[in-house]
């Protein structure tokens, strides 16, 4: 028994001896890099699962609320106030200025003399062809009276050679008489039948010859007369144009943009005033390229004089492109203004490109420069705004029109979004 006992006690004891080895070194290797790498792995997935955000003080934002209400697709700029009609005051004779009767701002009468320049070498000139004119004239004068007095003495020297005929004929029927009566001799008959003959003739002859020269002069005083009409007309021009030294005002009107200075000199043409024509105003703007398209002539609008609103039409657009911009006219489409409307007045404009419609309005903010309109940050409470995809129709210069993704009441950020774009959250503090 007391051997039995032994033996049962060594076996308990091996099997006790064998649960208590330790593990090999590679499952205690696993252990020690596996529980970092899964650890590293669990923090990994939370951070890519975890939508990016990013806090913001709540005055470093604007925020602003979506609004129902008419949408007005309108234009607004600045037009500068001129005159309907303007007609520029040119020299026409150049020369250095040495009279200047009138200054700018004053209401000038058609006609009146405003400078007077003066042009040596011009006038010498004027004189010079005046002389050659008027000594063209004298002889064409003259030749016209020569060809006159010939003319005069043809037709006496045709009416002599008529005179001799009529008595030849009247010798030559006379003499037929007493011839035949046997009264005179038949020597004296034939000595009138052959003057009679000859002066018949001659009478033919010269008439003939006497007409086609009357013709050919006739020809010749037309075109004289021509000449000298002409010669005339160029003459007077000439005198009109030595007036052209003294520069008068074209139309009555306000003379504007008129400074000239003694002894200055104008090239010919060269624009030296304006004259505005007291007939109404005009508006004249500049806009950016991207309303070309959209600003039509006929289009309505309204500008502000001393908070009062005058209707006014556009009425007349430049396709020229000039630095970004296009030039526009409008007009009033009344003629009666306030006398508060000066020329040169800055006034704030105001185009209609359509009618009032209902609409969700979003008010414009510099988020649209980083989004293009196609996305905003909303606010789901007070001090958390997440990222939404919107669609913006069109815009004033007030609101976007918002087409989906937004209802009326929702508030969102309106500032500038270009150091967060990338974040899908806000937090407000």
């Not at 129902?68 to 005051?89: I, Q």
């Not at 011009?122 to 004239?137: D, S």
């Not at 009138?192 to 020809?219: A, L």
């Not at 075109?223 to 003294?246: G, H, V």
């Amino acid at each position: 028994m007391a051997y039995l006992w032994y033996m049962d006690n060594q076996t308990n004891s091996e099997i006790m001896d064998k649960q208590i080895t330790p593990k090999s070194k590679k499952t205690k290797k696993m252990l020690l890099w596996g529980i970092p790498v899964a650890f590293l792995l669990v923090i990994i997935l939370m951070n890519a699962t975890r939508k990016k955000q990013v806090n913001l003080e709540k005055d470093a934002i604007s925020i602003r609320e979506v609004l129902k209400g008419d949408f007005e697709d309108v234009v607004l700029f600045n037009s500068t106030v001129e005159p309907k009609t303007s007609v520029l005051v040119n020299v026409i004779q150049g020369g250095a200025v040495s009279e200047i009767f009138v200054e700018s701002g004053q209401t000038i009468k058609k006609g009146t003399p405003l400078l007077k320049v003066y042009n040596p070498n011009a006038e010498l000139n004027y004189l010079t062809q005046e002389t050659a004119m008027v000594e063209q004239i004298n002889n064409l004068r003259n030749l016209r009276v020569n060809i006159k007095n010939q003319q005069l003495s043809l037709d006496q020297q045709l009416l002599s050679i008529d005179n001799d005929f009529r008595n030849a004929k009247r010798q030559y029927l006379l003499d037929s008489t007493l011839y035949k009566k046997e009264v005179i001799a038949r020597n004296d008959y034939q000595k009138t039948n052959q003057e009679y003959t000859f002066q018949k003739e001659r009478s033919g002859v010269i008439k003939k010859s006497v007409f086609n020269e009357k013709k050919s002069r006739d020809i010749q005083l037309s075109r004289i007369n021509t000449s000298l009409t002409n010669m005339e007309k160029s003459l007077e021009l000439l005198n009109k144009n030595k007036e052209n030294f003294m520069v008068k005002a074209p139309v009555d009107g306000l003379l504007s943009s008129f400074n000239p200075i003694l002894g200055e000199s104008y090239n010919q043409g060269q624009p030296i005033g304006k004259m505005d024509v007291l007939d109404g105003y005009k508006l004249v703007a500049k806009v950016d390229e991207y309303y070309i398209s959209k600003l039509q002539e006929g289009i309505k609008g309204t500008v502000a004089v001393n908070a009062k609103n005058y209707k006014i039409e556009l009425s007349k657009v430049y396709s020229e492109i000039v630095n970004g911009q296009f030039k526009l006219e409008l007009t009033f489409e009344q003629d009666s203004l306030s006398s508060s409307v000066k020329r040169g007045m800055s006034l704030k404009t105001k185009m209609f490109l359509s009618g009032k419609t209902k609409a969700l309005l979003l008010p414009k903010g510099m988020f649209y420069q980083s989004t293009s309109g196609t996305w905003v940050f909303v606010l789901n409470s007070d001090n958390k705004a997440v990222k939404r995809s919107i669609k913006i129709g069109r815009e004033n210069p007030f609101y976007y029109e918002v087409l989906e993704g937004l209802k009326e009441g929702d508030r969102i950020i309106t500032s500038n979004y270009d150091d967060y774009k990338e974040v899908e959250e806000v937090n407000i503090n």
